[in-house]
């Protein structure tokens, strides 16, 4: 059973940082592909922030390029967001995606962590 597990949520003023961490316990590396971060604000659908594959190769939601950076390391099946320059209207609840990389891993198609709140203050 894969279980998705976000920390390093917070309070933060504008203008700092704050690092997000998603540890898949339980997961076999070979059946996660696409892992992703996800955010929701109150009031808005959830929007993807950043998203990055077992090749490293990311893609970022306008809003955050060049202040957001995804990261991974495949042999603990653990995802990284760095957030810097943070600003009010990044206020969410930020959640953690894993794609199933094939259909003979089992399970569902993706996996979603518990949501870990950020608050930047202004």
């Known amino acids: 059973q894969v279980q998705l597990v976000e920390s390093g949520g917070g309070l933060v003023q504008a203008g700092g940082s704050l690092r997000l961490s998603c540890a898949a316990s339980?997961?076999?590396?070979?059946?996660?592909?696409?892992m992703s971060w996800y955010r929701q604000a109150p009031g808005k659908q959830r929007e993807l922030v950043a998203a990055?594959?077992?090749?490293?190769?990311?893609d970022y939601a306008d809003s955050v390029k060049g202040r957001f950076t995804i990261s991974r390391d495949n042999a603990k099946v653990t995802m990284y967001l760095q957030m810097n320059s943070l600003k009010p209207e990044d206020t969410a609840i930020y959640y953690c995606?894993?794609?199933?990389?094939?259909?003979?891993?089992?399970?569902?198609?993706?996996?979603w962590g518990q949501g870990t709140q950020v608050t930047v203050s202004a």
């Open positions: 995606n894993a794609d199933r990389a094939t259909y003979d891993c089992g399970g569902p198609p993706d996996y």
């Open positions: 339980g997961a076999n590396a070979s059946c996660i592909s696409i």
């Open positions: 990055i594959n077992s090749a490293h190769n990311t």
